[in-house]
Nanobody, 120 residues
Framework: QVQLVESGGGLVQPGGSLRLSCAAS????????MGWHRQAPGKERELVAT???????KYADNVKGRFTITRDNARNTVYLQMNSLKPEDTATYYC??????????????WGQGTQVTVSS
């Protein structure tokens, strides 16, 4: 069984910064893509940023230049540094990992979510 454990959410003022972390543990042979999505109340879940194992990254247009995704493959951990936060960044942020187990099966796993609230 694989778990994704997120941390780092909270309340921050506009213009502030937060750093999210997500650690994957369990029967993992190799993780392909790790990343972050978010969902605000009444809206659909949307991609924020993802990073492949080879460190190629992809960002949503509305976070480019403000958010940075990094990854530690040795620790199966992905981070999201969020700077210049705006009220519209308020959402529940979900970690996602696409990985292979030792039997060669591929999985698409989600974390439980961490709340980010940007408000004065």
């Amino acid at each position: 069984q694989v778990q994704l454990v997120e941390s780092g959410g909270g309340l921050v003022q506009p213009g502030g910064s937060l750093r999210l972390s997500c650690a994957a543990s369990g029967s993992i042979f190799s993780i392909n893509t790790m990343g972050w999505h978010r969902q605000a109340p009444g809206k659909e879940r949307e991609l924020v940023a993802t990073m492949a194992r080879g460190y190629n990254s992809k960002y949503a247009d509305n976070v480019k230049g403000r958010f940075t995704i990094t990854r530690d493959n040795a620790r199966n951990t992905v981070y999201l540094q969020m700077n210049s936060l705006k009220p519209e960044d308020t959402a529940t942020y979900y970690c996602n990992a696409k990985f292979y187990d030792y039997a060669g099966e591929m999985y698409d796993q989600w974390g439980q979510g961490t709340q980010v609230t940007v408000s004065s």
